[in-house]
């Protein structure tokens, strides 16, 4: 892989989205407009959110207790006079982290596995699709609840939890279990697929390693499917992040903020007709995971050779008129 | 391959092929619930009792045997449906199942209907006015519907009807007083109460049954919108589309009965796999609304770290999972020739 000129593969995608046109190309724009918004909010949340994610005191004064949005609060207050707005800022950064981790996790350990249970076949590799199959049959949300359960209080001596919390970690990790059989599905098949394709034969055939066969001729085939499918998954991820911590798994509340725990909350608020403890952060997560979905859909428009349009000038050729308008008309 | 007796050879096939995924999903089931440290009586009644009275209870249990042992007892336990009984409030695990398994099957199905009508109203006319703004439409609200998570619905719908027009109840399975009056024989609180004839404890049911209903009912549809537009334009494109138009069949005909119809295969298929959403959105449905179903069970048992509980109402779950993905493919099979081997 040494041989490979640097970031191409990223160069290749690059060429591939300023060759997209139309809609794909404004869907892909709107939606990487959107995560970029969010990643900022992340990333500066210290600098942007007016107070901390628990702070419930400013200069000595207590914030008050469920006042509605006012100068002093954009968004309101909570019952625990905690500012709704920095909680929806700071929310942006558990969620963005718990994303990337569990993104990563799951392509760390699902597209290596595809990779190698493809190529090698045989009874291991039935043995692993059985397993992802089951895994994938499971009900996803039922498995990250048994799972974050079950993790809690068990990762504190983890070396990412240092960095992130425990709390985030184990989102991230449950999250992940859920995940990896999509990668391995998706990378397995494909390297079945490109396995006895001449190309790889002829590597084989001038004695190329077992290594060099998947990492430098199949993997780059094979992994072109990952972006859209990391994208889309991040969109879910998001969601079940927000589940979890709805149900009052994962991430503690005294950890950092979260918008599913946070809406949790605020129902217990809709009797007293006060709306924007949970609107906003539902707002939020509304958001961003569209966010994730448009960037998802139009990278597979893009990236897709079965469906992507490019900006090449169609040839004219002199043909009589398809009844298509017809169909349309009608 | 369309050999006389194939259908029932495809039966039999699928039939044998859900044994292996019935152990794999209980093995599963069994290794989650061991991987914590402490056996579950431990975890949930340690410190409540003496240590000999926990060893005692433990033994009793069998869970001073070997791992290899209590996996085979558990799989023979799951064969004879003994699933146990709880430790903290010594219900069996059964009567879980039917007293909340049955507001999970009312409220599950409640929600596939509203699914069904919305889904394939939207999704027939965005497929079938292609690219108009009825199609934007339907897009966008399968988008929405798919990006807010359900239990945000479930509190925006309670805002609206409940708190700002105050129309519907936003908790619970029924009121206080129907919860007295009602005879449960089937558990099923609609059919209750219309066969004892009490008509004011079926309109507090339905009443309370709008809203959950609702919120988990659109969650399924923005997948069923998705769909059937795509599957609708396809068959639209069809030749025997264009062959009924010449017959001079008329448009909503062919539209309903023609394309619709061959649509559907597809979307059944699918419908298999929307049922681990369903399950997903049934748990957080449950919570929004105290919905007393077998989510919102779960998560009870599960703060109160009782694994019996959790194990079996899981396994209930994964039994679940197994049988819908099998009348799905049993059923794709009796519609569709092509499935069959």
């Keep these: 892989m040494a041989h490979m000129p640097k970031f191409a593969g990223i160069r290749r995608l690059g060429a591939r989205i300023q060759e997209a046109k139309g809609a794909p190309r404004w869907i892909l724009y709107v939606g990487i407009g959107i995560v970029v918004f969010f990643v900022i909010l992340a990333i500066f949340a210290p600098l942007i959110a007016p107070y901390g994610f628990d702070q419930v005191t400013s200069d000595g004064v207590r914030f008050p207790k469920q006042a509605p949005p006012s100068s002093e609060h954009l ?95 184990t989102a991230a990790v449950a999250i992940t279990v ?69 149900l009052g798994y994962g991430i503690q509340p005294t950890e950092a903020a979260e918008w599913g725990y946070d809406i949790s909350r605020a129902i217990d608020d809709v009797g007293a007709g006060i709306w924007w403890t949970g609107v906003f952060p539902g707002m939020a997560i509304v958001l961003l995971v569209t966010g994730f979905t ?26 009589e008129k398809v009844p298509a308008e017809q169909e349309a008309s009608s | 391959m369309s050999r006389k007796g194939s259908l029932r050879t495809y039966v039999l096939t699928r039939l044998v092929l859900a044994i292996p995924t019935v152990l794999i999903l209980l093995t599963m089931v069994f290794l989650l619930m061991r991987v914590a440290p402490g056996n579950p009586i431990q975890v949930a009644l340690g410190g409540h009792l003496s240590q000999q009275e926990i060893d005692r209870r ?16 558990y799989l023979g336990d799951v064969f004879t449906g ?32 509203v699914a069904l009508v919305v ?41 609206l009807f409940g708190s700002t027009l105050g129309w519907l109840p936003t908790s ?22 219309l066969i004892s004839g009490n008509f004011n404890a079926f309109e507090d049911t339905v009443l309370h049954l709008i809203l959950p209903a609702v919120t988990l009912g659109l969650l399924v549809s923005g997948v069923l919108i998705r769909l059937v537009r795509v599957n609708l334009m396809q068959t639209m494109r069809g030749d025997y589309v264009e062959a009924a138009r010449a017959r001079g069949v008329r448009e909503r005909r062919v539209v309903l009965e023609h394309a619709f119809r061959n649509a559907l295969i597809p979307v059944v298929t699918v419908a298999g796999l929307q049922f681990a959403i369903l399950l997903g959105g049934a748990i957080l449905t449950e919570q929004t609304f105290n919905w007393p ?45 092509r499935v069959r081997y």
Aim: hydrophobic letters at 50%; a neutral charge.
């Design chain 1, 294 to 319: 448009l960037v998802g859909e139009g990278l597979n428009d893009v990236l897709n050779p079965l469906i992507r349009y490019r900006r090449i000038r169609k040839p004219k050729i002199p043909a």
């Design chain 1, 75 to 169: 968004f309101g207050t909570t019952v625990q006079s905690t500012d709704v707005l920095s909680r929806t800022i700071w929310g942006a950064r558990t969620a963005i982290e718990v994303v990337v981790l569990s993104v990563i996790f799951s392509i760390a350990i699902g597209v290596p596995l595809g990779l190698f249970s493809g190529y090698v076949g045989g009874k291991l590799d039935r043995g692993l699709v059985l397993i992802m199959d089951a895994l994938f049959a499971f009900p996803y949300l039922l498995l990250a609840i048994v799972v974050a359960f079950l993790l809690t209080d068990k990762l504190n001596d983890f070396f990412l939890s240092n960095l992130f919390g425990a709390g985030i970690v």
């Design chain 2, 82 to 113: 003994n699933l146990g009984t709880t430790l903290t409030d010594h219900r069996t695990v059964t009567s879980i199942i039917v007293e909340n398994g049955s507001a999970t099957l009312e409220l599950t199905i409640a929600a596939m209907l």
């Design chain 2, 58 to 73: 433990s033994a009793e249990a069998g869970y001073d045997k070997p791992i290899l042992t209590q996996y085979v007892e």
């Design chain 2, 293 to 337: 179903g077998l989510g919102s069970e779960l998560v009870r048992y599960l703060n109160e770290r009782d694994y019996i509980a959790v194990q079996g109402i899981i396994t209930v779950f994964a039994l679940a999972v197994v049988l819908v993905s099998l009348m799905i493919d049993l059923i794709n099979a009796f519609i569709d020739p």
């Design chain 2, 119 to 159: 889904g394939l109203t939207i999704g027939i006319l965005a497929g079938r006015f292609r690219d108009t703004p009825i199609d934007l439409g339907g897009r966008l609200f399968g988008i929405v519907v798919y990006a807010a998570p359900v239990f945000f619905v479930g509190y925006l719908l309670q805002l």
């Design chain 1, 178 to 246: 859920v995940y990896i059989p999509q990668y391995f599905r998706v990378v397995r098949n494909h390297v079945i697929s490109v396995r006895e394709e001449p190309y790889v034969e002829a590597a084989r055939a001038l004695g190329a390693k077992r290594r060099t066969v998947i990492g430098r001729y199949i993997f780059y085939n094979v992994i072109q499917n990952v972006p859209a499918l990391a994208t889309l998954n991040a969109a879910d991820a998001i969601l079940t992040l927000a589940a979890l911590g709805f």
């Design chain 2, 172 to 193: 619970g399975r029924v009121g206080p007083v129907t919860e007295y009056e009602l005879d449960t024989t089937t558990h099923l609180y609609l059919i209750d109460s």
